[in-house]
């Protein structure tokens, strides 16, 4: 499934990314996630709890475009917590560093310090006082004990090049890629953020409850019918507001779309509803309800009345259909 993931892209005009996001908001709402947390892999970051909800819609889309896409939409709020090293060339995280003398370009360097021979005065590092397992004095080739030398602690450490004996403070830095063996220095490295996700329940549950209207919207628009106001006067001379309203121009269909509602909430929400329904009789009144939050609702029955129970906007769509067939 291709995505169009731009933050211009409205919430009514790619159908295939709306579902996406409604489904990844479902998740969210349901586990009660709180906060999105990364995992680095050789190949990349991934957001697990994501990844798995993307696999079984077979989305190719990485889960931090899903979630950039969220962001966008003022869902989510990301928090910088890391940074990472990634190849500029194929993107992995499987990185390798080494230092390399400027002077000739090996990458054979060892750190090391200044000590002296006690006996004959000779100075120098500590690393050419090594030979093989022994430790002998460059100068009067004294094989020696590490008692026997002075450690120059006045003097900072530093890298010694085995390959042409240059003494180096700052050698050049260079990374390579484990994955398709770049070679690239710190200033030619993707320097990428590893952020966490907080979710903004508020604003998820009101952009779901937007989606699904959005949906009814679209669905009953294309059948004919168009958006009238949101408000209809009832036999009793009560004025009631719906989450939509839409005519034929002989028949109105209100729909009420409690997104933010469940348990003993949703119930009372829904007897007062059946109540509006009883005072407008020239409109049926559809209640949509999301199915995780469908038990325990009674089983209300009225000739304008349904109560429409939906798995996922594509399972909406389908009911939608049949209601109007």
């Not at 211009?8 to 947390?37: A, D, F, M, P, Q």
């Not at 002296?116 to 500590?126: E, N, P």
């Not at 430790?135 to 094989?143: M, S, T």
Request: aromatic share 8%.
């Amino acid at each position: 499934m291709k995505l169009a993931l731009s933050k211009e892209v409205g919430i009514t005009e790619n159908s295939e990314l709306n579902h996406v996001i409604e489904r990844v908001l479902t998740y969210i709402l349901e586990k009660h996630v709180t906060v999105i947390k990364p995992v680095l892999t050789p190949h990349g970051i991934t957001y697990p709890a994501i990844d798995d909800v993307l696999e079984k819609l077979k989305v190719t889309a990485p889960s931090c475009m899903i979630l950039e896409a969220l962001r966008e939409r003022g869902l989510l709020e990301k928090k910088v917590i890391d940074r990472a090293i990634a190849c500029p060339n194929c993107g992995a995280l499987d990185i390798k560093t080494r230092y390399y003398c400027p002077n000739c370009g090996s990458f054979n360097l060892e750190k090391t310090y200044l000590v002296t021979h006690i006996d004959c005065g000779y100075t120098d590092a500590f690393v050419s006082f090594k030979s093989n397992s022994k430790l002998v004095c460059p100068n009067c080739h004294k094989e020696l004990k590490e008692s026997e030398l002075v450690r120059r602690d006045e003097f900072n450490e530093f890298f010694l090049c085995l390959d042409c004996n240059s003494r180096i403070t700052e050698p050049e830095i260079k990374h390579e890629c484990n994955s398709c063996h770049t070679i690239f220095t710190p200033l030619e490295a993707d320097y990428i953020e590893v952020s966490e996700y907080y979710i903004k329940e508020r604003e998820i549950t009101e952009y779901k409850q937007k989606l699904v209207i959005n949906t009814i919207s679209n669905v009953l628009t294309k059948q004919g019918l168009r958006k009238t106001t949101q408000s209809i006067k009832g036999e009793s001379g009560v004025v009631h507001t719906f989450d939509l309203v839409m005519s034929n121009g002989d028949e109105k269909i209100v729909f009420v779309c409690p997104e933010d509602k469940k348990g003993d909430e949703l119930v009372r929400d829904m007897f007062t509803t059946f109540a509006k329904a009883v005072d407008i009789k020239d409109a049926k009144v559809v209640y949509v309800v999301p199915e995780e939050s469908s038990q325990g609702l009674p089983n209300l029955k009225r000739s304008n009345w349904l109560t429409l129970v939906y798995r996922d906007l594509d399972d909406l769509k389908r009911k939608l259909s049949r209601i109007l067939s």
